[in-house]
């Protein structure tokens, strides 16, 4: 079975800060992690995702992600953050061949103060 | 570009009727359609997945029963919530997507239950 881990609840930073929410994984091989932020009364959008390859995932937004197999981490960043990323964030990762059935975190609600 | 519609965007339903929500795809074809809820603070969860040519799989959790979902062609499905009751309420999400690729979503339908 696999897990999504976010540890962090809430984070509050200030604008021009750099952010980095954790996301952590259990996943027995190599997934596919994703993440999508969730403004206030929205759904989901996609920011970017991480398949093979480097390791550093670039996507929308200015967001980017790193992965780290050597701790089963997959961190969003962006430098610097700006008011407008106030959202909830949600890590997810796919099993390959699962047809697409993501596995969420519980979410990072961002708040960035101007 | 890739589209999904979901509605109503929102509904109210009285405690123990029935609410159904609709999926649209537009620019592509969904050969696989997943729902999943969010119910008040909490994130995602899987309620079932619908592949063209293949019986709907429910999460644990998630029945038949409860949630009968319909994907009838490439572009349509819809879901209803049987017997709704206070647990019942969130966000429902409707993903779209092909063979091979990620999931598009919708805006989600949120129902509130009186």
């Known amino acids: 079975a696999q897990s999504v881990d976010q540890p962090d609840a809430h984070v509050t930073l200030y604008e021009g800060a750099s952010l980095e929410l954790r996301c952590s994984y259990s996943?027995?091989?190599?997934?596919?992690l994703f993440w999508y932020v969730q403004y206030p009364g929205q759904s989901l959008q996609f920011l970017l995702k991480?398949?093979?390859?480097?390791?550093v995932v670039k996507g929308t937004k200015g967001f980017e992600a790193e992965f780290r197999k050597s701790n089963s981490s997959f961190n969003l960043k962006k430098s610097p953050a700006h008011w407008s990323d106030s959202a909830k964030y949600f890590c997810a990762l796919e099993a390959p061949g699962s047809n697409a059935k993501l596995t969420f975190g519980k979410g990072t609600k961002l708040s960035v103060k101007s | 570009g890739a589209l999904v519609y979901q509605y109503p965007r929102r509904t109210i339903c009285k405690s123990g009727t029935s609410m159904r929500m609709e999926c649209q795809a537009v620019?592509?074809?969904?050969?696989?359609v997943a729902w999943y809820r969010q119910s008040p603070q909490k994130t995602f969860e899987l309620i079932a997945l619908s592949t063209v040519n293949s019986a709907i799989k429910y999460e644990q959790n998630f029945t038949q029963e409860k949630f009968p979902i319909s994907h009838p062609n490439l572009s349509f499905s819809s879901m209803t919530v049987l017997n709704a009751y206070l647990e019942d309420r969130g966000l429902y999400l409707c993903g779209a997507g092909q063979a091979n690729s990620d999931y598009t979503f919708g805006s989600g339908t949120r129902l509130l239950v009186i």
């Open positions: 996943y027995s091989a190599a997934p596919y």
């Open positions: 991480y398949i093979t390859g480097d390791a």
């Open positions: 620019g592509f074809q969904a050969t696989s």
